[in-house]
């Protein structure tokens, strides 16, 4: 591997690792404390900031497993396990979204 490609894998897996935790971090604070006095900026309901948290954590694997472990272990992408898994994110974040989504809407139904 040369240099340049060392340098620029190494670049993109520490902004992708940030990132990934500015996704995740507060999708489990709104998952777990949900909306407070302290941040009055997201007018949702427990169950729409929930929704939001799973979302965000949802967003931050994604990002983890597509910018950083799919390029510093290129041999386990033969495996179909991997691609399941990213697929699976996509489906808890499409998912997820539109429940926020309805939630917005204001379909009380969930």
């Given at each position: 591997m040369?240099?340049?490609?060392?340098?620029?894998?190494?670049?993109?897996?520490a902004i992708a690792s940030a990132w990934a935790v500015c996704l995740t971090v507060p999708g489990f604070w709104l998952v777990?404390?949900?909306?407070?006095?302290?941040?009055?900026?997201?007018?949702l309901s427990p169950t729409g900031s929930r929704i939001l948290g799973v979302l965000a954590i949802a967003?931050?694997?994604?990002v983890?497993?597509?910018?950083?472990?799919?390029?510093?272990?290129?041999?386990?992408?033969?495996?179909?396990?991997?691609?399941n898994l990213e697929m699976f994110m996509i489906g808890v974040m499409l998912t997820s979204f539109l429940f926020l989504l309805l939630r917005v809407l204001g379909v009380t139904a969930l």
């Open positions: 040369s240099l340049s490609r060392t340098v620029s894998l190494g670049v993109l897996t777990c404390e949900g909306p407070s006095d302290i941040l009055p900026i997201i007018p967003m931050g694997n994604f983890f497993m597509t910018f950083v472990a799919d390029r510093v272990f290129p041999s386990v992408m033969r495996r179909q396990t991997v691609s």
